[in-house]
Structures are given as structure tokens and as C-alpha cells.
């Protein structure tokens, strides 16, 4: 991580400018992940966290700016080659959004429908991601029979299981109490350490980014606020900075 | 003054109103366009839709199913004196055939699945919008539309005519029942008359138009759910102008078919 400036980056966000009429939400914002950190951006309600994140999945268009995960703008792709992209990316959802009328290892099979794979390398891979979030035998049951806990690691196992470079975290500890928010937090650290991946976190939660980041970004009004470590941005003098790490 | 101000308003109301339903009716026919360009493209879902076909075609049997029965049998009770007091009960299985298989079988049953079939995708795909399984499925390199929306169509435009057909079945089951039990009329004197009476320009437009009816059901349920926003108020929202438009247009799809009909077969 120290010498991060000599490496190319596995996701950049460049000077990305989105705005709904009059709504600026992003106005020129721009991150840098390498292989095998763990960043956490932190931001206000309508800071435009979400917007970032989803015009880096391609769920809506920026209207200037360029995103290039490993070394490709997806602006510049087909959607066949954005797709395939795109399973080289997890994403966990703040609401887990697991499929409702799916069984679990359903869910869990789902992102490998596309890939031709024999079904005993199927069974193996959803086997293997549920022992990684100990929850084998929840296999057959379906999301409803699910606690919110239970929801958000089958979800942490859908998103990995296709042992993805990236992984977007959509504020995973939001709506669960302090006990199960230190297990998820604990199972991304397991997650990271195991598959080496780069971890784009967006939380609201000080523990967790406490915890899991190597470096933080704080955006506020669409754009890089503050970067720095845990300890460079907490014991900042700035009043905004400050307001960030008030609980 | 103050009356023209509201006179204002209210015409002003009026204008955004069918502005709206204009747009609407844009983005309907965007939404059946995409769906003509992704139903002829790889990669085919062909296990979501028999998932789906089941799930429409069975789930929706009971429900065809009495309402098939209770319309024949209401149809026949209520004709029966009309046609007594002109000497013309013999006449009663064939105008009921003709009726039911022409016109109100396709339209009721149609109707019934609009309010079943049409509001469970509305409801199903808002939910999933909502909730972010559609962003999900998206996210992890799947078509949504392609595996959600397409397949839906697809199971309503094939389910509806088998329905439509099972449910004319049954209301003429419940017809033959009433003449068997008022008229002393054998079930099988009453299903000659019945085969003798229908021919095939009264089944193949029927046929035709109830493909049409499911297709709309599938089309309508899908567009509200799929572009459903607003949150939960949002699905119900869906789920029930899934409804109203669906009947709306299985009404004016009624209208223009019977017109074509006129045209080729001579009704």
C-alpha cells in the first residue's frame, strides 16, 4: 500500500459529474482502490454515495467522467463485455436484496447460471460460501425464513461467490444490531483476507470503518471532502471532518 | 374572476392528465418494443418460463374454473325463460356455444386473469424494484428483462388461450348441467348441438384475440412492475394500475378484433 503510487489502480473514478435537473449530486468526484485495500467512503445522506455506486456498476450513466476497473472504461464497453466485467465485481446490497422466490442456495446459484460449469463445481462453490459465512444449513430455506443477519451473509456469499477482484459494500452493517454488525464486519475482514480482494466500503457506521479501512474518503456535496487513514481523519481538527466521527 | 381561475385549473388538470396518459401509452409501446427485440435473442430463459407457465397456468386453474362453471350456468338460467316464451329452448346450446366461445368466455376469463395474473407481476416486479433484486440481478451480469419480463410475457400470451379455452370447457359444462337438470337434455344431445352450431370462424378468432388478451395481460403487469418507484406505496400503486390499464385495453383489443372479424369471417 505504501508504494500505491507506482501501482495502477484495480478501480479509478475520474472528476465523475452527475446531476438530477438542478440536483448536482456529483460534482467531479474521484477515487483511486488498489489491489487488496479496503477504502471506506463516508458521506452524508444525499451526498451522493449511492449515485457513485451505481453508476459504477452500470445502474446509471454519469453524465461526464470516466470509470475504469481494472484498467477498462466501462463507459467505453459493450454491454457483453460490461457484463462480463461485472463478474469480476460483487456487490452486497444495504437491503441484502436477495431473491425473494429463490431458495437460498437458488440465490447462491444464480450469478453462476451464465458460466458453463459442471454441477458438482456448483454445488461445491455454493457449499464452499456458505461455510465461509457458516450458514450451510440455511442451504434450502428461503429468504423469508431468513433473519436480517442471516439475510445479509447469504447475500456477502452470493456476492462472493465467484471470487469476484471487487467488492462494493452498500452500508452492510445499516439495520443490524451491534452484535450481528460486528460478525458481518468480522466475515468482510475473513472475506478480504481469504480472496485478496479490493473492498470499496460505503458506511455510515464509525466502528466498522474503524475496523476494516486502510484508507477513507469523506464526500461531501458530490466531491472528495478529506482522504486519509482511521486516525488522520478522526482526530482532524475540521469541523466537517469532525461531524463525521460525533456519535 | 376567482371562477375563471378554477376554470384555469382545471383545464390545466385536464391537459396534464392526458399528457400523462399520452406519455404513458409511449412508454408502453418502448417497453413491447424492447420486449419484440429481446424474445428473438440469446440467451433464451427457457426454464424461467415453464417456471412461469406453471405458476400462471395452475395457479389461475380454480379460479378459471369457477368462474367458467358459474358463467355457464348463470348464462343458461337467465336465457331460459327468454327463449321458453318464444318456444326456442332447442336453440339454447347453440346460442350459448356461440356466445360463450365468441365472446364472453375470452373476455371474462380474460378479465379475471387481469385482475389474478396482470397484478401479481405488477405487484412481484415492483416489489423486486423496490427491494433492489432487480438491481442485483442486473449488477451480477444477468438481463433482467430478458429473465423477468420476456419470460412473463411469454407465459401469459401461451397460458391465457389454454385458460380461455379450459373455461369455456367448463361453461358449457355448466350449461349442459342446467338443460340436464331444467330440460331434460342429455349431456350428449346437448354437446351435438353444441358441436354442431360452432364452427371454426367463431373458434379461430376467438383463439386469436385471447393470444392478444394475454399478451396484454403479460405486457401491462410487467410495464407497471418493472417501472415501479415510490417504494411499498409504489408497488400497490402497481399492482393495481396493472389492473385498470390491463382491462382498458383487453377491452379495446375486444373492440378492434371483433371489428377485424366482421371483416374476414362475416360474423
Do not use: H, W
Given at each position: 500500500m505504501e508504494n500505491k503510487k507506482n501501482i495502477l489502480p484495480i478501480l479509478k473514478i475520474n472528476n465523475l459529474k452527475k446531476s438530477f435537473g438542478d440536483n448536482h449530486v456529483l460534482n467531479g468526484f474521484s477515487i483511486e482502490l488498489f489491489e487488496g485495500e479496503n477504502l471506506v467512503l463516508m458521506g452524508k445522506s444525499g451526498s451522493g454515495k449511492s449515485v457513485m455506486i451505481k453508476c459504477l456498476v452500470g445502474l446509471m450513466q454519469p453524465d461526464s467522467g470516466t470509470i475504469e476497473i481494472m484498467g477498462k472504461d466501462i463507459t467505453t464497453l459493450s454491454q457483453k463485455e460490461f457484463n462480463n466485467l461485472r463478474t469480476e465485481i460483487g456487490f452486497l446490497f444495504q437491503g441484502s436484496a436477495l431473491y425473494d422466490s429463490m431458495t437460498v442456495r437458488e440465490n447462491l446459484e444464480f450469478p453462476l447460471r451464465k458460466q458453463k460449469r459442471e454441477l458438482e463445481t456448483i454445488e461445491k462453490l455454493v457449499h464452499n460460501a456458505l461455510i465461509s459465512v457458516g450458514l450451510v444449513d440455511a442451504i434450502d430455506l428461503m429468504p423469508e425464513e431468513l433473519s436480517g443477519g442471516m439475510k445479509r451473509r447469504i447475500a456477502l456469499a452470493?456476492?462472493?461467490?465467484?471470487?469476484?477482484?471487487?467488492?462494493?459494500?452498500?452500508?452492510?452493517?445499516?439495520?443490524?444490531?451491534?452484535?450481528?454488525?460486528?460478525e458481518i464486519i468480522q466475515l468482510m475482514r475473513n472475506i478480504q483476507q481469504t480472496h485478496k480482494t479490493s473492498s470499496l466500503i460505503i458506511t455510515h457506521d464509525v466502528d466498522c470503518a474503524r475496523v476494516i479501512s486502510n484508507r477513507m474518503i469523506l464526500l461531501i456535496d458530490g466531491i472528495n471532502y478529506a482522504e486519509g487513514t482511521f486516525n488522520e481523519l478522526s482526530s482532524s481538527t475540521d469541523k466537517k471532518i469532525q461531524a463525521f466521527f460525533k456519535s | 374572476m376567482i371562477t375563471h381561475w378554477n376554470d384555469m385549473t382545471t383545464s390545466l388538470q385536464i391537459f396534464n392528465t392526458i399528457k400523462k396518459f399520452f406519455i404513458e401509452i409511449g412508454e408502453l409501446s418502448y417497453f413491447a418494443g424492447r420486449f419484440f427485440k429481446e424474445v428473438f435473442t440469446k440467451p433464451f430463459e427457457f426454464k424461467e418460463l415453464l417456471r412461469q407457465c406453471y405458476n400462471m397456468g395452475n395457479r389461475s386453474l380454480l379460479l378459471v374454473s369457477i368462474t367458467g362453471f358459474i358463467l355457464g350456468l348463470v348464462f343458461t338460467l337467465q336465457s331460459r325463460?327468454?327463449?321458453?316464451?318464444f318456444g326456442a329452448e332447442s336453440w339454447m346450446p347453440s346460442m350459448v356455444s356461440i356466445s360463450i366461445i365468441r365472446e364472453i368466455g375470452p373476455?371474462?376469463?380474460?378479465?379475471?386473469?387481469?385482475?389474478?395474473?396482470?397484478?401479481?407481476?405488477?405487484?412481484?416486479?415492483?416489489?423486486?424494484?423496490?427491494?433492489?433484486?432487480?438491481?442485483?440481478?442486473?449488477?451480477?451480469?444477468?438481463?433482467?428483462?430478458?429473465?423477468?419480463?420476456?419470460?412473463?410475457?411469454?407465459?401469459?400470451?401461451?397460458?391465457?388461450?389454454?385458460?380461455?379455452?379450459?373455461?369455456?370447457?367448463?361453461?358449457?359444462?355448466?350449461?349442459?348441467?342446467?338443460?340436464?337438470?331444467?330440460?331434460?337434455?342429455?349431456?350428449?344431445?346437448?354437446?351435438?348441438?353444441?358441436?354442431?352450431?360452432?364452427?371454426?370462424?367463431?373458434?379461430?378468432?376467438?383463439?386469436?384475440?385471447?393470444?392478444?388478451?394475454?399478451?396484454?395481460?403479460?405486457?401491462?403487469?410487467?410495464?407497471?412492475?418493472?417501472?415501479?418507484?415510490?417504494?411499498?406505496?409504489?408497488?400497490?400503486?402497481?399492482?393495481?394500475?396493472?389492473?385498470?390499464?390491463?382491462?382498458?385495453?383487453?377491452?379495446?383489443?375486444?373492440?378492434?378484433?371483433?371489428?377485424?372479424?366482421?371483416?374476414?369471417?362475416?360474423?
Open positions: 452470493r456476492a462472493v461467490i465467484l471470487k469476484p477482484k471487487i467488492i462494493i459494500y452498500d452500508e452492510p452493517t445499516t439495520g443490524l444490531d451491534p452484535i450481528t454488525a460486528k | 325463460p327468454t327463449l321458453m316464451e373476455v371474462i376469463i380474460a378479465l379475471i386473469c387481469a385482475g389474478k395474473i396482470s397484478s401479481g407481476i405488477g405487484a412481484e416486479l415492483g416489489s423486486m424494484r423496490v427491494t433492489e433484486q432487480i438491481d442485483a440481478m442486473e449488477v451480477s451480469g444477468t438481463n433482467p428483462f430478458k429473465f423477468l419480463v420476456v419470460t412473463r410475457i411469454m407465459a401469459a400470451t401461451l397460458m391465457i388461450p389454454l385458460l380461455i379455452i379450459y373455461g369455456d370447457a367448463i361453461a358449457l359444462f355448466g350449461s349442459s348441467l342446467i338443460e340436464n337438470l331444467k330440460g331434460d337434455v342429455s349431456f350428449q344431445l346437448y354437446f351435438n348441438k353444441v358441436f354442431d352450431a360452432i364452427k371454426f370462424s367463431d373458434i379461430i378468432p376467438a383463439t386469436i384475440k385471447s393470444i392478444f388478451f394475454g399478451f396484454a395481460i403479460g405486457l401491462v403487469g410487467s410495464f407497471k412492475g418493472y417501472n415501479c418507484t415510490n417504494g411499498t406505496v409504489g408497488v400497490g400503486e402497481a399492482s393495481n394500475s396493472a389492473v385498470v390499464y390491463t382491462s382498458l385495453l383487453l377491452f379495446v383489443i375486444d373492440f378492434i378484433a371483433v371489428f377485424i372479424s366482421d371483416i374476414f369471417f362475416e360474423i
